[in-house]
């Protein structure tokens, strides 16, 4: 999970974080963490994902 947000930092750092979407999640990660980190998105599974993946799409 601590690489996570490193990774959202990163994306800050490259100036490039208003051009990708973050989304995060599984077993351990909740939508507390997932703002915390500044995160767009947090699903509980996979499927889920690909669902919010094609919304933001739309």
Known sequence: ???MKNE???AVEKG???KVKVMV???P???SFCDSIGADCYT?????A???ALAFCS
């Open 25 to 27: 999640g599984g077993a």
């Open 44 to 48: 509980p599974d996979a499927a889920s």
């Open 1 to 3: 999970m601590g690489e």
């Open 8 to 10: 959202v930092e990163a």
């Open 29 to 31: 990660v909740t939508q």
């Open 16 to 18: 490039i974080r208003d």
């Open 50 to 52: 690909a669902d919010a």
